[in-house]
Each structure stands twice: as structure tokens, then as C-alpha cells.
T-cell receptor
């Protein structure tokens, strides 16, 4: 149980385009989903926290207009990187907390974004 | 979150127990200790968590000192697949349990 999927697993796009990444909790409902970014040889950095049906809370230094988060249901959150640039190339990882108890987060496999 | 300190790297022979330490001397009474690991190019994997009692599951054991200022994650019989970066975290319960990842311990399991 507690499986989280991400789609796509990797994406290459041109500079200036937008890319949408989906995060789904497959076998549980998630109250809260989190989005992280990880650059090579660095640790995960939390970008934002999203709760179903409400606006996401962004960490300091993360542009909310550039990284659009939508959490439309208890099993799906999306991150859209708008007007992507090469410096946005990174490993994007989502996680989810169960609606029914427990504070542990279950992570997706990550999405490797490369902006040319 | 309480600050955590972990050694940057450790080696362990396959089949032996891997004991990964974590110092969290400023932990407060309601903060749990969580352990995750990240295998290269994958998302982190939840391992175990505890408050003050020792815990064991199918993956590992967690030993928390009586004063709760430090803990040890034990992988009883390490395999090559356990090679990963291991993170010790103490999320504050009042902040939606946000996880702040440090640099963790890179565990290398060798033949």
C-alpha cells in the first residue's frame, strides 16, 4: 500500500514552453501533497505544500507564478513549470500524506526535467 | 524542526548490520524521529519512525536514546540494494509535518 506515481518520469522541452507533472496517490487518499526539487548532488528542497481544494503554500524563494500547483482531488496534484528555462532543469519529486492517519510521507519516483 | 546531524558517509560489508547514527539534541517532546532513504535517481523511501520507544519493522530497527537526543537506524543484514543516502528527520508536528532534508549519510554496502 501507499504507492505514489508520477508522470512523466522524464521530459525534455524547449526553453519557453510549459511542462505539467502529475502526482497521484494510487491506493490511498492524500490530505496533503508536497513538491520537492533536487539538483544534482544536492539534497531535496521543499518547494510547496498543497492541500486538496485550497491554494498551495510556497516556500520562500519559490515563485508561485512560475510553478503552478493544482490539487483538484484527494488523489491528484499537478505541478506546471511555466516558461521553463535551462536553470529549471532538475529532478522534481512529489510526496503525499494519507488522509487516514500517520504523518509519514510517501514519495513518488520523481520526474527528470531537462530544458534545452 | 530540530536540527539533525549525521555522518556524511559510511561503509558496511554485505551481510553485516549497518548502524547509522543521528544526533538531534534539540528535539522537543512532541517531535518524532523519521528515517527515509534515497537510492540513486529515485524518490525517497520511508523506512521507520518513532517517538521514544524503540521500533522495528520489516526493513529496520530504530533505537532512540532515553533522553531522545540521538537515535540509531539499524539495518540488520545489509545487502548491496541498501546502498543509498539515509536521512534522519524530526518534522515539527505543527507545520503540516514538512520535511527538511539535510545531507544525510551515504551508506555504501560492499561485497
Amino acid at each position: 500500500g501507499a504507492v505514489v506515481s508520477q508522470h512523466p518520469s522524464r521530459v525534455i522541452c524547449k526553453s519557453g514552453t510549459s511542462v505539467k507533472i502529475e502526482c497521484r496517490s494510487l491506493d490511498f487518499q492524500a490530505t496533503t501533497m508536497f513538491w520537492y526539487r533536487q539538483f544534482p548532488k544536492q539534497s531535496l528542497m521543499l518547494m510547496a505544500t498543497s492541500n486538496e481544494g485550497s491554494k498551495a503554500t510556497y516556500e520562500q524563494g519559490v515563485e508561485k507564478d512560475k510553478f503552478l500547483i493544482n490539487h483538484a482531488s484527494l488523489t491528484l496534484s499537478t505541478l506546471t513549470v511555466t516558461s521553463a528555462h535551462p536553470e529549471d532543469s532538475s529532478f522534481y519529486i512529489c510526496s503525499a500524506k494519507r488522509l487516514a492517519g500517520g504523518n509519514e510521507q510517501f514519495f513518488g519516483p520523481g520526474t527528470r526535467l531537462t530544458v534545452l | 524542526d530540530a536540527k539533525t546531524t549525521q555522518p556524511p558517509s559510511m561503509d558496511c560489508a554485505e551481510g553485516r548490520a549497518a548502524n547509522l547514527p543521528c544526533n538531534h539534541s534539540t528535539i522537543s517532546g512532541n517531535e518524532y524521529v523519521y528515517w527515509y532513504r534515497q537510492i540513486h535517481s529515485q524518490g525517497p523511501q520511508y523506512i521507520i519512525h518513532g517517538l521514544k520507544n524503540n521500533e522495528t519493522n520489516e526493513m529496520a530497527s530504530l533505537i532512540i536514546t532515553e533522553d531522545r537526543k540521538s537515535s540509531t537506524l539499524i539495518l540488520p543484514h545489509a545487502t548491496l540494494r541498501d546502498t543509498a543516502v539515509y536521512y534522519c528527520l524530526t518534522p515539527h508536528t505543527g507545520t503540516a509535518s514538512k520535511l527538511t532534508f539535510g545531507t544525510g549519510t551515504r551508506l555504501q554496502v560492499t561485497l
